[in-house]
C-alpha cells in the first residue's frame, strides 16, 4: 500500500501564490507517475499537472505558465507551486500517485487539501 499526505492548501487572495505538497510513504516502486487533480463542486476530476519519475511534466492548458510540478525523488514528494492564482482556480486538489508492478497498474489517491482563491 501506498500513502499520501498533502498540506499546503488555504485561502488566498486573487493573483497570490500557493505551494502544494504530497509526501509518498510505503510500497513505492522505483518508477512512478505523480501528479496533481483537482474537482470544483458540480464538475468532474480534472487534471493539473503530473510529473514522471524522469521529470517529465503535463500540465492542464488553463495552468500552463502559472503552475509548476517539482518533484524531490530522495522524499517521494511532489509539489506544486501555483501563482497568479485565479477564483476559477478554487477547488480541492488531490494529489495522485501511479505505478505498476508485475503488469499491473496500481493508483492512489491522497485526501485533497482546499485550495480558495478570493478577495
Known amino acids: 500500500q501506498v500513502q499520501l499526505v498533502e498540506s499546503g492548501g488555504g485561502l488566498v487572495q486573487p493573483g497570490g501564490s500557493l505551494r502544494l505538497s504530497c509526501a509518498a510513504s510505503g510500497r513505492i516502486a522505483t518508477s512512478y507517475l505523480m501528479g496533481w487533480y483537482r474537482q470544483a463542486p458540480g464538475m468532474q476530476r480534472e487534471l493539473v499537472a503530473t510529473?514522471?519519475?524522469?521529470?517529465?511534466?503535463n500540465y492542464a492548458d488553463s495552468v500552463k505558465g502559472r503552475f509548476t510540478i517539482l518533484r524531490d525523488n530522495a522524499k517521494n514528494t511532489v509539489y506544486l507551486q501555483m501563482n497568479s492564482l485565479k477564483p476559477e482556480d478554487t477547488a480541492p486538489y488531490y494529489c495522485?500517485?501511479?505505478?505498476?508492478?508485475?503488469?499491473?497498474?496500481?493508483?492512489?489517491w491522497g485526501q485533497g487539501t482546499q485550495v480558495t482563491v478570493s478577495s
Open positions: 495522485n500517485l501511479v505505478q505498476w508492478s508485475w503488469g499491473r497498474r496500481y493508483e492512489y
Open positions: 510529473i514522471s519519475s524522469g521529470g517529465n511534466t
